[in-house]
Structures are given as structure tokens and as C-alpha cells.
């Protein structure tokens, strides 16, 4: 049996440090995904997203380790998150307007044979009420600005506000894709002003 894989320490993707901001070449990988709108605090359409991603994504773990002798730690969720007006995003935060994706990436060794089989162990079982939404779906960043926040979640504003205002067009680039970030603390079980969380965002080269 193999060694078991950890990409939060293997990929360079998922490194970041507390207030340096760093520009990384992301490259392309596959999550678990799942749509939905609203504030997170208070949608249930966020909340049963949840619920039916880490099924799926234990079960996939579990079936690779047993079908392939390929084991893996279970990533951490992962969220892209926009808004028609992006001020109430960075700055009136207000989360009723926001849209967003719930992931959970996965080795570029599941398939989707294995993820078709995953869902249907998983229907068969506790069958979440968002498991028909559940898709699996490769995103492509490229080169992107990240940091690690430590705090609550509403206290990134001001931290955005230096990548996007300061950071990204001090180095002759803008942005480009959706806000991301890479929840390495479970939101659920840990104090706010204790969450670890890597923000990230894609970039272009400026024009000109």
C-alpha cells in the first residue's frame, strides 16, 4: 500500500503565509462542485451543499484506496465566490447578494466512472438533499495573488482590499476569475478569530 497523499502539502497551490502576499501558477485540478446564492450564515441551499459534498468526496477516497491502493487526505472546502455587484462583496458585504461554488478537489486519478459510482453509493446511503447538483468539473486559474488570512471571515475585507488595491496593480496585473478561498481551518468546529483561510485571486497582465 502507498504512502497516503497529502496535496495541501504537496502542491504549491496550497501554500501561504500570513500577511505576504504571493503570486502562484495554479495549475489545472478537479473538485467536486456545487452552486448556490445567498448568505452562507443563513441558506440552507449552503448548508446542504455541504452535506452533500464530503459524502462524496469520502467515498471516493475510500474506493480509491481500496480499487487503486491510491490513498489520499480528504481535502479541505473550498469556495469561489462573486457577485453581480462586487462592492457587495469587498465592501457592504452584503451576503444575501452573493452567488458562490462549494468544492472539494480531488486526485487527477478519480475519474468519472469512479465519481458516477461514488454518487450512487452515496443515494443509496444518506442520499443528501443536493446530491443530484453535485458535478465534477476541472478549474483552470493559472496565475494567481494569494495569501493566508487567520481571523473571521468578515475581517478579510481589509486584507482583499490591499491585494486588490495595492498588490495586484503594483505588479502590473489585474484581476480576472473569481474570489477564492481554501477554508484549512472547518468553520463549523473552530473559533472565528482562529479560521485559517488562503485567499485567492486569478490574474492577467495588465494591459498595456
Known amino acids: 500500500m ?28 478537479q473538485y467536486l462542485m456545487v452552486d448556490g446564492h445567498g448568505d452562507p450564515n443563513t441558506s440552507p ?3 446542504e451543499a455541504v452535506e452533500a459534498l464530503y459524502p462524496v468526496a469520502y467515498t ?8 487503486l491502493g491510491r490513498d489520499y487526505v480528504v481535502m479541505p472546502l473550498e469556495g469561489l465566490w462573486w457577485a453581480e455587484d462586487m462592492a457587495s462583496f469587498t465592501a ?11 468544492m472539494i478537489m480531488l486526485p487527477d486519478w478519480i475519474d468519472r466512472e469512479m465519481f458516477a459510482a461514488a454518487v450512487e453509493q452515496v443515494r443509496g446511503k444518506s442520499n443528501p438533499a ?8 476541472t478549474l483552470s486559474e493559472g496565475r494567481c495573488v494569494q495569501t493566508l488570512h487567520v481571523g473571521s471571515f468578515d475581517s478579510e475585507a481589509e486584507v482583499l482590499a490591499r491585494m486588490h488595491d495595492e498588490f495586484i496593480p503594483d505588479n502590473g496585473l489585474s484581476r480576472v476569475g473569481r474570489h477564492h478561498e481554501i477554508y484549512l481551518s472547518d468553520f463549523r468546529k473552530t473559533a472565528p478569530e ?3 483561510t488562503i485567499l485567492r485571486q486569478p490574474v ?3 494591459a498595456g
Do not use: N
Not at 4 to 25: E, H, N, P
Open 194 to 196: 482562529k479560521q485559517r
Open 92 to 102: 457592504a458585504r452584503d451576503k444575501s447578494r452573493w452567488d458562490w461554488t462549494l
Open 204 to 206: 492577467s497582465a495588465s
Open 130 to 137: 443536493r446530491l443530484g447538483d453535485v458535478r465534477l468539473e
Open 45 to 47: 441551499a449552503f448548508t
Open 60 to 67: 471516493l477516497k475510500f474506493a480509491s484506496k481500496r480499487e
Open 2 to 29: 502507498s504512502e497516503k497523499t497529502d496535496f495541501k502539502k504537496s502542491l504549491d497551490a496550497y501554500q501561504a503565509k500570513v500577511g505576504r502576499f504571493r503570486i502562484v501558477d495554479v495549475p489545472d485540478l
